[in-house]
């Protein structure tokens, strides 16, 4: 079962992490509301909470820390930044934001009005809220093969060609401000998304006159997952293929939390020297000035060569087996670990596992309680908690295609016993399912409900 991997750096700084007792962690879990987002870190041993601004950086991105330059307007840090976009992406302008949601939300109040539609392989729930406050419609085309557990092809994160075709025909062009892709697709397992789907994906939002921009939170994962899955790209290296990627594109939204390798930033680039004025009166009006967006000179020095980092093919070597290895250890606790694993986090289908817990009653979100409660791990629920909505023309409750747990990998941050422990625990649960309860909601916002939640277990 074992994998050979070797982490491609040796560890420099460490933070010390505290084991709690049971009795500790089923208090915290109570008096959060059986929401593990409300839990506190200090009580979390392993914290696969999200793959999002928790990486560890390198002694090259805290040096750079230390030549950031904080001037208000074009500072050196931003220059270098932008650089980086343009030579690893390849995109002419860019825009800073403080992260991912910021990059949505401004792209989309410039492009986007009420009522209109914007198609995706899969949205992310932030990038589905920032559509949803402002009355439009997020709609999701993933393949077919995305909802199957099982199945293992290599490019389950895939666009449904077809039904994107459908989708523009049935609601009209003119109603379609933008199209989106995901790589990898996040909600979807974090599959990737295959450069031909990609260039599909591009010739149908452009035959019909609509602009095409990725969302590429997680473009260097997707990169090497081209790399080891499509043989026309055995010997390419991955810079090539990630400008590639892009080149199809009109521009990109992105968290430099994921593979920027930051623990805050984000940004949108792009082609149209006329997005950057109409986007630029509300960078300027919610996040800073055009050069900076909310961050600090020193973040902008650091994601620079964050950006840098991630399209090391030793890393990303290192990155996808530790996360395919984290896969097999919970294969092996017995659980029903959806195939095959994805870049930044290894999902295990909790519906299929736990069969007793109607969907209603979130089985994901009860086993990644179960899982806290046993070893003071913490993960997430992708599933109907977190993605149930109303049929926008039905009004008919849409409930998730799977009930799946998210074990979200830190980048740089976790050993393979840390992964090894997170194995023992998940056979703990799987041999006492009596400690996976299911839940209901006591209380709960409109839009993004999974992070404020209350709930309750259900006897
Ligand atoms: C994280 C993420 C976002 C939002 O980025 P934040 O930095 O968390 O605001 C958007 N899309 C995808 C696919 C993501 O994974």
């Not at 930044?81 to 992406?89: D, G, R, S, V």
């Not at 055995?234 to 390798?261: H, L, Q, W």
């Not at 090391?312 to 694993?341: F, I």
């Not at 625990?425 to 799987?430: H, K, N, T």
């Amino acid at each position: 079962m074992t994998i050979p991997f070797i982490e491609p750096f040796r560890i420099k700084v460490v933070e010390k992490v505290r084991m709690t007792t049971r009795e500790e962690r089923v208090a915290a879990l109570r008096a959060a509301h059986y929401n593990l987002f409300a839990v506190r870190g200090e009580d979390v041993f392993i914290d696969l909470l999200t793959d999002s601004g928790t990486g560890a950086m390198s002694d090259e991105q805290w040096a750079g820390m230390m030549h950031g330059d904080e001037s208000y307007a074009g500072a050196k840090s931003y220059y270098h930044f932008e650089q980086a976009i343009q030579n690893i992406l390849g995109f002419p302008y860019v825009l800073p934001t403080h992260q991912g949601r910021a990059a949505e939300g401004m792209l989309f109040k410039s492009l986007v009005k009420a009522g209109q539609t914007v198609p995706n392989n899969r949205h992310f729930d932030t990038t589905m809220g920032n559509l949803q406050v402002l009355g439009a419609n997020p709609v999701d085309i993933p393949v077919a093969e995305s909802a199957d557990s099982e199945v293992e092809l290599p490019f389950k994160g895939n666009m449904d060609l077809e039904g994107l075709e459908a989708l523009i025909k049935k609601t009209g062009v003119e109603n379609i401000p933008l199209g989106m892709l995901t790589i990898t697709n996040n909600s979807a397992a974090g599959q990737p998304v295959s450069m031909d789907n990609i260039r599909a994906t591009a010739e149908i939002y452009h035959r019909y006159g609509i602009p095409f921009f990725i969302d590429a939170c997680r473009f260097g994962e997707n990169a090497w997952f081209i790399k080891l899955r499509d043989p026309k790209y055995k010997n390419t290296p991955v810079r090539e293929i990630v400008r590639e990627m892009f080149s199809y594109a009109d521009g990109c939204t992105m968290s430099a939390k994921k593979d920027g390798m930051v623990n805050i930033g984000g940004f949108i680039a792009f082609r149209d020297p006329e997005l950057k004025g109409q986007i630029g009166a509300n960078l300027i009006v919610h996040e800073g000035f055009l050069t900076y967006g909310g961050l600090a000179g020193r973040d902008l020095e650091a994601l620079a060569i964050g950006l840098n980092e991630v399209v090391d093919e030793d890393y990303l070597n290192y990155r996808e087996s530790h996360t395919r290895y984290l896969g097999e250890v919970l294969s092996a606790a017995g659980m029903p670990v959806y195939k095959p694993t994805g870049g930044h986090a290894v999902y295990v289908d909790a519906g299929k596992a736990f069969p007793g817990i109607p969907k209603r009653q979130f089985p994901a979100v009860g086993l990644a309680n179960a899982l806290y409660i046993t070893g003071g791990i913490r993960t997430v629920e992708i599933g109907s908690l977190m993605f149930e909505h109303a049929d926008p023309e039905t009004g008919e409750l849409m409930l998730a295609p799977l009930e799946l747990v998210r074990f979200a990998i830190p980048r740089r941050v976790y050993t393979r016993s840390h992964l090894d422990y997170i194995g023992e625990a998940a056979a703990e649960c799987m041999k006492r399912p009596e400690l996976v309860k299911g839940l209901r909601v006591t209380w709960a916002p409109k839009v993004l409900r999974h992070f404020m939640a209350q709930l309750e277990e259900i006897e």
